[in-house]
């Protein structure tokens, strides 16, 4: 019987699901004959999941069954799906008063609820699916992945039905091979009840497929939702530039998982991409990219990209994007401008050059200014978005205060109304250097359940470790309740109130350290 292959993406919060669109277009190329569909239940009401995933295999029946899982980890410091989970965390952790002590016990279990619920309802649903489907074609295989497996693909297995392919990065290699029957093994995955995942397998290099642009004629033939995303005006549809990032930041898995190899998508396919988007009515875009420039080398095939844009004459878009602003020129800067770059995110981390090269960032923060200025420059007058996470290591009150700096600094620059301080605490993440650095330093034990959400782990994966972490826990008790509609901006003023701002040149200079008495972070790959 013939391969037919359906694609369901998890519930998830309406991000538009790009990772199973580029899958099935990859095979589609490849074998134009197989039959698949797209099932997106990030477009279904919840009270509809179970029934909706039935009838889609009744009509269907699939030999393959394609499950995306995209995100698990939910600290955010905005209101997530069961609240707002850094407050409710925090307020456990951190409150003095008791009864908002109480609140965030209440509120933590609400929330370890809604987050025990979802892991163990998407797991339910992946079982009923491959139970439904195997009615129709006993053979039937069920093989998962998307952004939440690569990160946790270790601890996923467990709760899975025997058989199913657990698989890390990206998925095109390991689909093709399952299409054609052959062995797969030797891909990033495991099947579960039959191997364990093999040591240092998240550190394997992913395979170097070019992508071309995806054909979204055939994309609406297989998917016919399709058309949920493009009623929203304020939608931004994901486009893939390039994968991989050269750069090694403390807490980050993705520079593994993509690999430290950049690999550039043709800018000549971006755009025929784009233009089919554009066409349906598309004007905002994400480029979806770990780091849209991940270092200076790049820049050329940036402005390449964004000229190419201009050529085709899609002057009226908007896109959005993670930057890493060290690596812009004033060219750069004025085709990000022409070309509608309306917002982005800057992870710098934190302020203090000192700390930033500490946790292996590569920034230079003084380039990053620089650049800032270009980028203002050249008219760019719209949302910034500096991602700070106080305390990974070594933070002090003068770290802090060097933030401040240099946070005012960019005010100045764009405006402070226009720059926005996203305060995230790290969620820690398996296989990173922050891990290795928890366990030398006796915070975690190896073995230790990364997606737990008890208490006693959870304290310490929403990483903010003593004896800082009390300090920032009251602040950010205490910017929720002065204003709970602009938490990082509060957060700053509350840190300025209490330890005041360092001279930027303070922040910007990075006292050089000799080797021995260096507290680096230990190496793990
Ligand atoms: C861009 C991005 C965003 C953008 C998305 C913009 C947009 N409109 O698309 C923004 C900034 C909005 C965002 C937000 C968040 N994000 Co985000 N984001 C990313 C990022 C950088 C890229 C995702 C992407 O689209 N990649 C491109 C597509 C093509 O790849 P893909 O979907 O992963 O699919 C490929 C593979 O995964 C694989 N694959 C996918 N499904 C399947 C299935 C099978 C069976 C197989 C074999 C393979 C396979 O093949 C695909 C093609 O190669 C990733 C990190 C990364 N570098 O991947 C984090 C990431 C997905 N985000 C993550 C998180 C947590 C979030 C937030 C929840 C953060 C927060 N706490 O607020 C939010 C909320 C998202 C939501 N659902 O509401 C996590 C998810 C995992 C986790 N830790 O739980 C990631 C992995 C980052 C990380 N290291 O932790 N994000
Ligand atoms: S630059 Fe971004 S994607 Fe690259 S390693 Fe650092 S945090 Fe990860």
Request: proline share 6%; aromatic share 12%; net charge negative.
């Amino acid at each position: 019987m013939e391969n037919k292959v359906l694609y369901v993406r998890l519930p998830c919060n309406p991000i538009f699901p790009i990772g199973v669109v580029y899958l099935a277009d990859h095979v589609h190329k490849l074998f134009p004959k197989v039959e698949q569909r797209i099932f997106d239940l990030g477009a279904v009401p919840p009270l509809d999941y179970r029934t909706a995933l039935d009838n889609c295999i009744d009509k269907f029946r699939p030999n393959l069954l394609v499950f995306s899982w995209r995100d698990i980890q939910i600290y955010a410091p905005v209101g997530g799906r069961g609240g707002n989970p850094l407050q409710n965390a925090f307020e456990f952790y951190y409150a003095k008063n008791p009864l908002i002590k109480l609140r965030g016990a209440v509120g933590g279990l609400r929330l370890a609820a809604s987050y025990y619920t979802e892991l163990w309802r998407n797991i339910g649903l992946i079982k009923q699916g491959l139970k439904r489907a195997k009615v129709y074609r006993p053979e039937t295989r069920a093989v998962i992945g998307g952004g939440a497996v690569s990160v946790f693909y270790e601890q996923l297995g467990r709760s899975l039905p025997t058989g199913t392919i657990v698989s890390v990065g990206e998925g095109e290699v390991l689909l093709e091979r399952l299409i054609l029957g052959e062995d797969f093994r030797d891909q990033r995955c495991y099947v579960v009840g039959e191997t364990s995942p093999r040591d240092r397998l998240i550190h394997e290099k992913p395979a170097p497929i070019e992508k071309t642009a995806c054909d979204y004629d055939y994309i609406n033939s297989i998917w016919p939702e399709f058309v949920y995303y493009l009623q929203d005006q304020d939608f931004y549809i994901g486009v893939q530039t390039k994968r991989g990032c050269p750069h090694n930041c403390c807490y980050c898995v993705y520079t593994v998982i993509e690999g430290k190899q950049v690999r550039i998508n043709p800018a000549d396919e971006v755009v025929a991409e784009m233009k089919q988007l554009y066409a349906r009515g598309i004007r905002n875009f994400w480029f979806t990219d770990a780091q849209f420039i991940p270092a200076r080398k790049y820049i050329d095939d940036a402005v390449e990209l964004l000229q190419k844009i201009l050529d085709a004459g899609m002057d009226d878009i908007y896109w959005a994007a993670y930057i890493r602003a060290d690596n812009l020129t004033p060219q750069l800067c004025e085709l990000m401008a022409k070309t509608g770059m309306n917002y982005f995110e800057i992870g710098i981390t934190s302020g203090s050059q000192e700390l930033v090269r500490k946790m292996r960032m590569g920034y230079n923060l003084r380039v990053v200014l620089e650049n800032c200025r270009d980028l203002k420059a050249a008219g760019f007058n719209d949302l910034v978005s500096v991602n700070y996470s106080f305390n990974v290591i070594d933070e002090t009150y003068e770290t802090i205060r060097q933030t401040i700096a240099y946070h005012r600094e960019l005010e100045k620059i764009f405006g402070a109304e226009k720059v926005e301080p996203a305060i995230f605490f790290i969620g820690l993440q398996p296989h990173t250097h922050l891990e290795d650095y928890a366990f030398e330093k006796d915070i975690l034990k190896p073995g230790y359940d990364p997606m737990s959400l008890m208490p006693w782990t959870a304290r310490k994966l929403l990483w903010n470790p003593e004896p800082l972490g009390s300090f920032f826990g009251e602040v950010c008790l205490e910017a929720w309740q002065r204003n709970p509609n602009d938490f990082g901006r509060e957060v700053m003023a509350i840190l300025e109130e209490k330890l005041g701002c360092a001279e930027l040149n303070e922040a910007l200079s990075a006292p050089i350290v000799s080797e021995k008495n260096q507290k680096h972070l230990a190496r793990v790959n």
